[in-house]
């Protein structure tokens, strides 16, 4: 089982729609969440990062943690073409590792005009 | 400007060659970072310091080496015994000794390819 896994994707949403962005992690013991956002040719850029149970929101974004599910998810309201990107699911792994983040492999959203 | 900065944007190398990657923040932050990113696939942790003069070997340090003689900077040597050097090299910061030490920034990357 991979430590961070992710909707492989690539999934599509036309403008306007809720694109629901989801990742699923293994260590129990994980304490912070991060969502990157990944365009073509470039570097990741953080968009969100959540430490609590429950809902963040942040403009059109907003990130959702279970630690009793180990997961947690990403919306985006209001899908622009602007948004199509890929989309890594980052996760602390816990007290072990200190701030090391592990990965997931990306879920690759298109958002159709 | 605050920033992170790698150079070069572009890599190109012979087998059998070692090669250096630089990276250069001006946040003040104590951790950085490299990562490996291959097509379709997610970040691979190379190396990580979190302090100068220290460093620590991430999931997939063979081939590689990396020192931290300044808190700005973090260097990093994809040596020839890197198999498979081909790839998108991301450098990372975050600060340390608070929560918000998990959030890392990624610089622009270098894209090496071995000719």
């Known amino acids: 089982q991979k430590e961070v896994e992710q909707n492989s994707g690539p999934l599509s949403v036309p403008e306007g729609a809720i694109a629901s962005l989801n990742c699923t992690y293994s260590?129990?013991?994980?304490?912070?969440f991060f969502w990157y956002r990944q365009y073509s040719g470039k570097s990741p850029e953080l968009i969100m990062f959540?430490?609590?149970?429950g809902d963040k929101e942040d403009g059109r974004f907003t990130a959702q943690l279970n630690k009793a599910s180990q997961y947690v998810s990403l919306l985006i309201r209001d899908s622009q073409p602007s948004d199509s990107a890929t989309y890594l699911c980052?996760?602390?792994?816990?007290?072990?590792?200190?701030?090391?983040?592990?990965f997931g492999e990306g879920t690759q959203l298109t958002v159709n005009p | 400007d605050g920033g992170i900065t790698q150079s070069p944007k572009y890599l190109f190398r012979k087998e059998g060659q070692n090669v250096t990657l630089s990276c250069e923040q001006n946040?003040?932050?104590?951790?950085m970072y490299w990562y490996r990113q291959d097509p379709g696939q997610g970040l691979r942790l190379i190396y990580y310091?979190?302090?100068?003069?220290?460093?620590q070997k991430g999931d997939i340090a063979e081939g590689y080496s990396v020192s931290r003689e300044k808190k700005e900077s973090f260097p990093l040597t994809v040596t020839s015994a890197q198999k498979n050097p081909t790839a998108f090299y991301l450098c990372?910061?975050?600060?340390?000794?608070?929560?918000?030490?998990?959030?890392?920034?990624f610089g622009p990357g270098t894209r090496l390819t071995v000719l």
């Open positions: 959540i430490y609590s149970n």
């Open positions: 946040l003040n932050h104590d951790a």
């Open positions: 980052a996760v602390n792994g816990g007290e072990t590792s200190g701030s090391r983040l592990t």
């Open positions: 260590d129990r013991g994980s304490q912070s």
């Open positions: 990372a910061s975050s600060i340390w000794g608070t929560r918000d030490s998990d959030t890392q920034y």
């Open positions: 310091s979190q302090i100068v003069n220290d460093f």
